[in-house]
């Protein structure tokens, strides 16, 4: 979802002043690249339902959580989401 907005990163038990933003070229999203992430769950939602409209495309969900749990820091957390318009799947990458 290159340059596919989405609408909070919050982690469980810790309020909703969580950041917005867009992906970059590469789907990432540049805030936790820079060491953002701390332990506890993460709750990312992304807006694929204004993704698939801005290519005027239907979509199915027009939200696509994505929970997981960081729970050591020295790991790498990838955790791609794979998506289509009636469809989605995510998965701990190394």
């Known amino acids: 979802m ?4 989405w609408t909070g ?3 469980t038990g810790h309020g909703t002043g969580s950041p ?7 789907g990432r999203f540049a805030c ?3 060491g953002g992430l701390t332990t506890g769950t993460y709750r990312w939602v992304f807006a694929a339902g204004e993704f698939f409209a801005r290519q005027n495309m239907p979509s199915f969900h ?9 729970e050591d820091l ?3 957390y ?3 989401l794979l998506l289509s318009p009636f469809s989605y799947t995510t998965y701990r990458g190394y």
Do not use: I
Not at 62 to 70: L, M, T
């Open 9 to 11: 990163c919050t982690r």
């Open 2 to 5: 290159s340059g596919s907005g």
């Open 74 to 76: 020295a790991q790498k």
């Open 32 to 34: 936790l690249d820079s």
């Open 78 to 80: 990838h955790v791609p």
């Open 62 to 70: 027009p939200e696509v959580p994505v929970v997981f749990a960081v």
């Open 20 to 26: 917005k933003g867009a992906t970059d070229r590469d």
